[in-house]
């Protein structure tokens, strides 16, 4: 099944490329993902990988994600971006009640959602739900997206709740569109197409029925919405690290029997620097992506047996995406060497891949302290409170 419905959904991708490729300058431009190109990506199913079957979605194993976000991604690294955070927020229909989801996500097929985990958002308890008001930043697709989430702590006459363990009460908050403001905040250097701006709320009911907590047991069954969520998602975003830096690799050798380098004077194929530059830089990206796929197939498999993942799992997961991200990377800066004084122009591709894959690295579920808390975890630390499983501690402890 896994297979089929990757080669069904890699078609769909290499269908969409001529029109994801047209519309890079606009989305540089203006900076969010074209409205064609994203609503080209819902009606073809692109948004929905996640979204559970009962609902119209098609609950794709999680190795078919990471796949179809990787080869979108080697197109155009902000349109990659776009779809695993679209098609990870998604899959919170696995999560709310069934009505609520069948409200959100079975009525409308193109339906997305964006919005931000951090619990930025203040919800105070009132009968039949909460009242919220907060904002979000890098809320990535917000503008074609038609349900935003936000973070939230939660209050109860004038008390910030807490947990049993002292930790704050946190849950997620499920706003309509029209209920937020879209603040033009993302002036950004990388990932520009992305349309990552902040959004705010003020004074809005949200009802209990459209609020999560990740801590919860989901309400749908399949082995999807077992996987923690903020665990998950780790290897959905450093896929698209990995697509843009396979699309820096193939940007040098369409170049290299062509391009002269002046430090060789000869073309680049015949220049040593190059050569050893193409040569680490695919060692990395695969080596990169088979340990992230190797970590997340492990995952999948303790799920589908109806076991619960441990913290050395999850911490795996946070692990393989980060090192892949890392890779990718380093991988990026290899091309940019390799091709010279001829990467800095923004026709050459490279250096928005540049600056796409930097981008990446600043978010957290990708960042390098990620390595020091994965450490903690593999020398028996208790990293229950890391950024890591502070949203979605679900898991055999």
Not at 43 to 60: A, C, K, Q
Not at 312 to 318: E, F, I, K, P, S
């Amino acid at each position: 099944m896994g297979t089929n419905a990757a080669a069904r959904y890699l078609d769909i991708v290499e269908s969409l490329a001529p029109m994801v490729r047209a519309a890079v300058a606009e989305n540089e431009r203006t900076r969010r993902l074209s409205p064609a190109v994203a609503t080209a990506m819902a009606e073809t199913g692109l948004f929905r990988l996640s979204t559970p079957r009962v609902f119209g979605g098609e609950e794709v194993e999680p190795l078919v994600l990471y796949q179809v976000v990787e080869a979108l991604s080697r197109i155009d690294g902000a349109t990659g971006w776009c779809l695993g955070i679209g098609v990870g927020l998604n899959s919170v229909a696995g999560l709310l009640p069934a009505e609520t989801a069948q409200q959100i996500y079975g009525r409308d097929p193109l339906v997305v959602t964006a919005g931000v985990f951090r619990p930025m958002g203040r919800a105070v308890v009132t009968p039949g739900g909460y009242r919220v008001s907060g904002q979000w930043p890098l809320a990535s697709g917000c503008q074609h997206s038609a349900w935003l989430l936000g973070g939230c702590m939660v209050f109860e006459d004038g008390q910030q709740s807490l947990r049993p363990d002292g930790s704050p009460l946190l849950r997620m908050m499920m706003f309509p569109a029209a209920d937020c403001t879209i603040l033009d905040t993302w002036d950004s250097g990388g990932l520009r197409g992305s349309g990552s701006h902040d959004f705010s709320v003020m004074d809005v009911f949200v009802p209990a029925a459209y609020s999560v907590s990740f801590r919860e047991q989901p309400a749908q069954p399949g082995p999807l919405y077992a996987l923690p969520v903020v665990a998950a998602a780790v290897p959905g975003v450093a896929s698209v690290a990995l697509g843009i830096a396979r699309h820096a690799i193939d940007i040098v050798m369409d170049i290299a029997g062509t391009k002269i380098a002046s430090r060789a004077r000869a073309t680049m194929d015949q220049d040593v620097t190059a050569q050893i530059n193409v040569a680490r830089a695919e060692a990395l990206v695969r080596a990169g992506r088979s340990f992230l796929h190797e970590v997340a197939e492990g995952a999948w498999r303790t799920v589908i047996a109806g076991r619960a993942l441990s913290a050395r799992q999850c911490a795996m997961l946070w692990l393989a995406g980060t090192h892949a991200a890392d890779a990718a990377r380093q991988a990026v800066e290899l091309m940019f060497v390799a091709s010279g004084s001829a990467a800095v122009y923004e026709k050459s591709g490279l250096a928005r891949c540049m600056r796409d894959v930097q981008a990446m690295g600043q978010h957290v579920t990708l960042a390098a302290g990620n390595y020091g808390t994965v450490g903690q975890a593999l020398l028996g630390a208790d990293i229950s409170r890391s950024v890591l499983m502070a949203l979605d501690d679900r898991g055999d402890r």
